[in-house]
């Protein structure tokens, strides 16, 4: 009797924890294939889907390039009132110009 316990308490376990082993083992296939975004045309709707871009960064970001022109690196996002060095590197992999 008690091997039979063991033996289906091992299959309901197995049963029950397979499919979120198999979901963790998953890549996050989302993030890596969401579009980059071009910081010299997007518009601030496109601005606010990078992490820590709200509309004001966003607005901050259109009115940046159009008062200095496109930006030729992306390190001049820091150059943007309210982009610091932790925004930039959040966003650094989602930037393109």
């Known amino acids: 009797m008690k091997r039979l316990f063991c033996s289906f308490l091992i299959a309901i376990t197995s049963v029950v924890f397979s499919p979120l082993a198999v979901i963790a083992a998953e890549p996050d296939t989302a993030a890596s294939?969401?579009?980059p975004i071009n910081i010299n045309t997007a518009d601030a709707?496109?601005?606010t889907a990078l992490n820590g871009v709200g509309?004001?960064?966003a607005e901050a970001?259109?009115?940046?390039?159009?008062?200095?022109?496109p930006f030729e690196k992306v390190d001049q996002l820091l150059e943007v009132n309210g982009i610091g060095e932790a925004t930039l590197?959040?966003?650094r992999k989602r930037v393109v110009l």
């Open 89 to 91: 590197s959040d966003i």
């Open 61 to 69: 970001i259109i009115a940046w390039r159009e008062e200095n022109g």
């Open 55 to 57: 509309e004001a960064k």
């Open 33 to 35: 294939t969401v579009a």
């Open 45 to 47: 709707q496109e601005l």
